[in-house]
């Protein structure tokens, strides 16, 4: 008599060792890689789509990074901090995308709607959070995305990104003030 | 540095205690100061409304797997969200099989040591010469029984006068358990003449004279118009003159090991498939794994009447939602997902039997490192055997914790099975 037995879970085991596993067996390899991928699909998928703001290269982008951290994985890549090395991957193909890209719609001009006529509910002021994150310049968006989205400490921002600490502390701080300054108009909603 | 810049630490949780004593106090008299750290609250709480819409979709999982040659589907099924049939088939497999594999494992030990529990009923007759063997309460004795061996001069007991000799028999291992079985045995008749030395003999060949003392737990006789019989009153081993017409041998009830033979302890482990009232929003990190997660492991001693109370101990993982007043006067709500390892008395009363079901409730008051917690859960148990049952049942159960001077509770409902062994 055979029993399919189910895999052992994986959600306990630290980055470092599932991403030794993907140099593994296959079954191995395979369990290990979807557990990375639950991991951090969410997370890389907004990055993508709040950097490239471009549906179809935010997914080939997405899918682009995880097909490299596997293959990357296979060439036997020491690993010490899993997250900076993916949020890398997705980064540079993201830059790389936006070169190829030149005739990108330009954000110059677009502006945050104004409601001076009346209260904003939460959900509102909320989107309009959200849209002002998209008229950032790449390295403020970047960084704030980074920080706020992706829970990222300004050590981590700045091993992606590849600054200083002060400078990724700085970019966070500006595109703030740019947001602020983007939805000044709404600012008195929030007396 | 600006009181911008301390808001920007506050907000990043960086600032330290003499800068916290500035900002508030410069916040409670500066309005634009104010309006700003509710923004930069509001961009991180944007930040977490905004990422829930950024989940990759089916089709992006399906193609990246696609293209690296592997199987569609997650390895692990996401802690939220799962349907009752993953609950089970995928999630609790391991659990489902340990029990099978478990039960499998005790019968086989069962069997090949000839535990009564397993032979009961199992045997019928080991042979056409050994006459009725009731099946005793067979962990104590088991009855022997055996052609009558006539001897002794002149007419003594006829061709195939048979007795039965009961002997006690400690061994377990001895072979041949049998059930009750009618078996008439008739004598021809005693002669004229002096009165012969008479014996029977047991199984294992030894003699017993008549009207000497009966091996112990010798109880049965048999009926003929001349017989050898072993009166359960005297003890001895007798003969007597009976003109009834011939009756049927006297059968005991088939014995079987009843729940007060055992020990009164027994062990269950639990696979438990359960949910939170409060849907967690999708992505939330689960605790650490660990051993005992969504198991449950307990003793129990048996009060009798149904009852039992023990310790038990098991890991789940509880969805906490509470909220946080800052100084500000903003709050903030905290979301997490802990895995939590709790110990604790556990009781079970059963409420009667259906066939071989035995419903029962029951019920655990524990703690965990948050808090206390408890369960209360209605099933059913189900005998496979005397001593191992699976048993099947639903659940609720809940974590109470303290945050910020207020208390919160964190219900869960679901479903509990496994397998109690009793010893």
């Given at each position: 008599m055979r029993f399919r037995l189910s895999s052992p879970n994986l959600t306990g085991r630290p980055d470092a060792e599932l991403y030794g596993m993907l140099?593994?067996?296959?079954?191995?390899?395979?369990?290990?890689?979807?557990?990375?991928?639950?991991?951090?699909?969410?997370?890389?998928?907004?990055?993508?789509?709040?950097?490239?703001?471009?549906?179809?290269?935010?997914?080939?982008?997405?899918q682009e990074t995880f097909v490299r951290l596997y293959l990357g994985a296979r060439e036997h890549r020491e690993m010490t901090n899993l997250t900076g090395y993916i949020f890398r991957i997705a980064r540079n193909l993201s830059l790389n995308r936006i070169r190829d890209h030149d005739d990108l719609e330009s954000l110059e001009g677009v502006e945050i709607p104004i409601h001076a006529d009346r209260s904003l509910e939460d959900g509102e002021l909320l989107d309009l959070i959200a849209g002002a994150v998209e008229l950032l310049d790449l390295e403020f968006r970047e960084a704030f995305v980074l920080r706020e989205y992706e829970n990222m400490s300004y050590e981590q921002i700045a091993e992606v990104v590849g600054s200083s600490v002060a400078n990724a502390k700085s970019r966070v701080f500006r595109a703030r003030r740019k947001i602020r300054k983007l939805l000044e108009p709404n600012i008195k909603e929030l007396d | 540095m600006t009181y911008e810049h301390l808001l920007h630490d506050f907000i990043d949780g960086t600032l330290d205690y003499q800068g916290e004593i500035a900002l508030f106090s410069e916040l409670r008299a500066n309005d634009n100061l104010r309006r700003e750290l509710k923004l930069l609250m509001l961009m991180q709480k944007s930040a977490a409304h905004d990422v829930g819409a950024y989940m990759p979709a089916a089709d992006s999982q399906e193609a990246i797997f696609r293209r690296l040659g592997f199987s569609a589907g997650p390895a692990t099924p996401p802690a939220t969200g799962y349907g009752w049939r993953n609950m089970f088939i995928g999630r609790y497999m391991d659990g489902l099989v340990g029990a099978l594999v478990g039960t499998l494992v005790t019968l086989l030990v069962m069997f090949g040591t000839g535990h009564p529990a397993a032979n009961d009923g199992g045997n019928e007759i080991a042979s056409a010469s050994h006459a009725i063997i009731p099946a005793s309460p067979v962990h104590h004795d088991t009855l022997f029984l055996h052609d009558v061996t006539a001897q002794g001069n002149g007419n003594a007991m006829g061709n195939g006068a048979a007795a039965m000799v009961a002997g006690r028999n400690q061994a377990p291992t001895a072979p041949g358990l049998h059930r009750p079985e009618q078996?008439?045995?008739?004598?021809?008749?005693?002669?004229?003449?002096?009165?012969?030395?008479?014996?029977?003999?047991?199984?294992?060949?030894?003699?017993?004279?008549?009207?000497?003392?009966?091996?112990?737990?010798?109880?049965?006789?048999?009926?003929?118009?001349?017989?050898?019989?072993?009166?359960?009153?005297?003890?001895?081993?007798?003969?007597?003159?009976?003109?009834?017409?011939?009756?049927?041998?006297?059968?005991?009830?088939?014995s079987e090991e009843t729940a007060?033979?055992?020990?009164?302890?027994?062990?269950?482990?639990?696979?438990?498939?359960?949910?939170?009232?409060?849907?967690?929003?999708?992505?939330?990190?689960?605790?650490?794994?660990?051993?005992?997660?969504?198991?449950?492991?307990?003793?129990?001693?048996?009060?009798?009447?149904?009852?039992?109370?023990?310790?038990?101990t098991g890991e789940e993982t509880f969805y906490q939602r509470f909220n946080e007043l800052l100084p500000t006067g903003d709050i903030v709500r905290h979301e997490q997902s802990p895995a939590l390892l709790w110990g604790g008395v556990a009781f079970r009363q059963s409420i009667g039997t259906i066939s071989a079901l035995e419903p029962f409730v029951g019920g655990v008051i524990g703690a965990t490192r948050l808090g206390p917690m408890g369960r209360i859960s209605l099933g059913a148990a189900y005998g496979i055997t005397t001593d191992i049952s699976l048993t099947a049942g639903g659940e609720m159960s809940a974590l109470a914790y303290r945050f910020g001077g207020s208390w919160y509770l964190s219900p869960k409902y679901g479903f509990t099975y496994g397998l109690s062994l009793r010893f």
């Amino acid at each position: 008599m055979r029993f399919r037995l189910s895999s052992p879970n994986l959600t306990g085991r630290p980055d470092a060792e599932l991403y030794g596993m993907l140099r593994g067996g296959r079954s191995d390899s395979e369990r290990a890689f979807k557990e990375l991928y639950r991991r951090y699909a969410s997370r890389i998928h907004a990055y993508c789509y709040k950097i490239l703001d471009n549906r179809e290269d935010a997914e080939d982008v997405f899918q682009e990074t995880f097909v490299r951290l596997y293959l990357g994985a296979r060439e036997h890549r020491e690993m010490t901090n899993l997250t900076g090395y993916i949020f890398r991957i997705a980064r540079n193909l993201s830059l790389n995308r936006i070169r190829d890209h030149d005739d990108l719609e330009s954000l110059e001009g677009v502006e945050i709607p104004i409601h001076a006529d009346r209260s904003l509910e939460d959900g509102e002021l909320l989107d309009l959070i959200a849209g002002a994150v998209e008229l950032l310049d790449l390295e403020f968006r970047e960084a704030f995305v980074l920080r706020e989205y992706e829970n990222m400490s300004y050590e981590q921002i700045a091993e992606v990104v590849g600054s200083s600490v002060a400078n990724a502390k700085s970019r966070v701080f500006r595109a703030r003030r740019k947001i602020r300054k983007l939805l000044e108009p709404n600012i008195k909603e929030l007396d | 540095m600006t009181y911008e810049h301390l808001l920007h630490d506050f907000i990043d949780g960086t600032l330290d205690y003499q800068g916290e004593i500035a900002l508030f106090s410069e916040l409670r008299a500066n309005d634009n100061l104010r309006r700003e750290l509710k923004l930069l609250m509001l961009m991180q709480k944007s930040a977490a409304h905004d990422v829930g819409a950024y989940m990759p979709a089916a089709d992006s999982q399906e193609a990246i797997f696609r293209r690296l040659g592997f199987s569609a589907g997650p390895a692990t099924p996401p802690a939220t969200g799962y349907g009752w049939r993953n609950m089970f088939i995928g999630r609790y497999m391991d659990g489902l099989v340990g029990a099978l594999v478990g039960t499998l494992v005790t019968l086989l030990v069962m069997f090949g040591t000839g535990h009564p529990a397993a032979n009961d009923g199992g045997n019928e007759i080991a042979s056409a010469s050994h006459a009725i063997i009731p099946a005793s309460p067979v962990h104590h004795d088991t009855l022997f029984l055996h052609d009558v061996t006539a001897q002794g001069n002149g007419n003594a007991m006829g061709n195939g006068a048979a007795a039965m000799v009961a002997g006690r028999n400690q061994a377990p291992t001895a072979p041949g358990l049998h059930r009750p079985e009618q078996r008439m045995m008739h004598g021809n008749g005693m002669g004229d003449g002096e009165m012969p030395r008479r014996t029977v003999s047991d199984r294992t060949g030894t003699s017993h004279e008549i009207g000497t003392q009966a091996p112990a737990g010798a109880m049965i006789s048999y009926t003929a118009p001349r017989h050898v019989a072993i009166s359960p009153a005297a003890g001895t081993i007798s003969e007597a003159i009976s003109t009834a017409e011939p009756m049927p041998a006297i059968s005991l009830p088939r014995s079987e090991e009843t729940a007060d033979d055992l020990l009164p302890f027994s062990t269950e482990y639990h696979a438990v498939a359960s949910r939170n009232f409060i849907t967690p929003p999708a992505g939330l990190e689960v605790g650490s794994s660990g051993l005992l997660r969504d198991r449950e492991l307990a003793g129990f001693y048996h009060l009798g009447n149904g009852g039992r109370i023990g310790i038990a101990t098991g890991e789940e993982t509880f969805y906490q939602r509470f909220n946080e007043l800052l100084p500000t006067g903003d709050i903030v709500r905290h979301e997490q997902s802990p895995a939590l390892l709790w110990g604790g008395v556990a009781f079970r009363q059963s409420i009667g039997t259906i066939s071989a079901l035995e419903p029962f409730v029951g019920g655990v008051i524990g703690a965990t490192r948050l808090g206390p917690m408890g369960r209360i859960s209605l099933g059913a148990a189900y005998g496979i055997t005397t001593d191992i049952s699976l048993t099947a049942g639903g659940e609720m159960s809940a974590l109470a914790y303290r945050f910020g001077g207020s208390w919160y509770l964190s219900p869960k409902y679901g479903f509990t099975y496994g397998l109690s062994l009793r010893f």
